[in-house]
């Protein structure tokens, strides 16, 4: 059963603390992206992935960190020198079909900070 | 800066009524669009694609694209209060960018 799995459902950060977001997906897709989604806000874009061993800033990229090491896996660092995350963070995956993209998103981690 | 605009809402209609959801986008050359349905608390979920203009249907959902005017929207047909919902609008511009631009969505409510 294909798919995007992110973990954990929610996090909780301390002051001060890295925390880092899972996402592995086994659609073989090429691309991957993180975005942040604020209450009532739209998407933004942090991280995108559209090859192994590459990524590239989004919008919001700062006090964030990322890497492809593997085309399933692009996890995110919500570092300490982001100074408020408290959102739901999507992953989301996209593959070129025939020219097109196609953009899916996994189920979403919901980051507090205590 | 690309933009895509989407009615705040909250858009209420009675159950069994259409829902008529709009989008404009600013890049002329966008290629790809997408509609997907967000629960409250969840992520969002594909439901349409249009690449092409005119109307494409899927159930009780239909699409339309219109380039030359740059929008494009969504109908539900006989709505029902599962529909209650916020619907994002995205666009992808061509060439492989793999980089959409969202709408900050409308939110509908289906009243009994």
């Known amino acids: 059963d294909g798919g995007i799995t992110q973990s954990p459902k929610y996090l909780f950060r301390k002051e001060g603390q890295n925390v880092t977001l899972s996402c592995e997906q086994n659609?073989?897709?090429?691309?991957m992206y993180w975005y942040r989604q604020d209450p009532g806000q739209g998407l933004r874009l942090i991280y995108y992935?559209?090859?192994?061993?590459?990524?590239q800033k989004g919008d919001i990229a700062e006090g964030y960190s990322v890497s492809r090491e593997k085309k399933e896996s692009f996890p995110l660092t919500v570092t300490s020198a982001q100074k408020n995350p408290t959102a739901f963070y999507l992953c989301?995956?996209?593959?070129?079909?025939?020219?097109?993209?196609?953009?899916?998103f996994g189920p979403g981690t919901r980051l507090l900070v205590l | 800066q690309k933009e895509v605009e989407q009615n705040s809402g909250p858009l209420s209609v009675p159950e069994g009524a259409i829902a008529s959801l709009n989008c404009t986008y600013s890049?002329?050359?966008?290629?790809?669009f997408f509609w997907y349905r967000q629960y409250s608390g969840k992520s969002p979920e594909l439901i349409m694609s249009?690449?092409?203009?005119g109307d494409k249907e899927d159930g009780r959902f239909t699409a339309q694209l219109n380039k030359a005017s740059q929008y494009v929207s969504l109908l539900i047909r006989d709505s029902q209060p599962s529909d209650s919902a916020t619907y994002l609008c995205?666009?992808?511009?061509?060439?492989?960018?793999?980089?959409?631009?969202f709408g900050r969505g409308t939110s509908l409510i289906v009243h009994p």
């Open positions: 890049d002329r050359v966008s290629q790809s």
């Open positions: 992935s559209q090859i192994v061993n590459d990524f």
């Open positions: 659609l073989n897709h090429d691309a």
């Open positions: 249009i690449y092409s203009n």
């Open positions: 989301a995956s996209s593959i070129d079909r025939t020219g097109v993209e196609t953009q899916y």
């Open positions: 995205a666009v992808f511009p061509p060439g492989g960018s793999y980089i959409p631009t």
